[in-house]
């Protein structure tokens, strides 16, 4: 992801196996990681289980917020493709009861927002 993306507030793709060292001591017996996204500081990851939210604060970025959200509170999402002119993608999840979108992201065009929604229907819609 580049740093001009990364400005922007768009989110890029990070490694499986970046995610895997850095973020294993988070998972339960038998979840396993499915993609990860990096914005600036914070990070999203989609496990098998769960969607985990990973949300650095402060300067330093010592302090860490780790919000887990359950496939089956999320009522339903949506994803917005980059056009020819647009710089990013955008994805909206609702989280049940909830009327605007709790959680929204853009996504750089490197990232193949097909696979976002491929993993979220594949866990939501169970």
Known sequence: MSLF???LGNAGAVSQEELK???AN???DGEEIELGFKLIRDLFIFTTKRLIL?????LTGSKVE???INYKSISRFSIETAGTFDLDAELKIW???EQVPSIRKQFN????VYDVHRVLATY???
């Open 109 to 112: 065009k490197s990232v193949n």
């Open 21 to 23: 060292k850095n973020y």
């Open 95 to 97: 989280i049940s009861g």
């Open 54 to 58: 990973i949300d650095k604060q402060g």
């Open 26 to 28: 988070l998972l339960i």
């Open 124 to 126: 939501v819609l169970k």
């Open 66 to 68: 780790y919000k887990s």
């Open 5 to 7: 993306s990364a400005l």
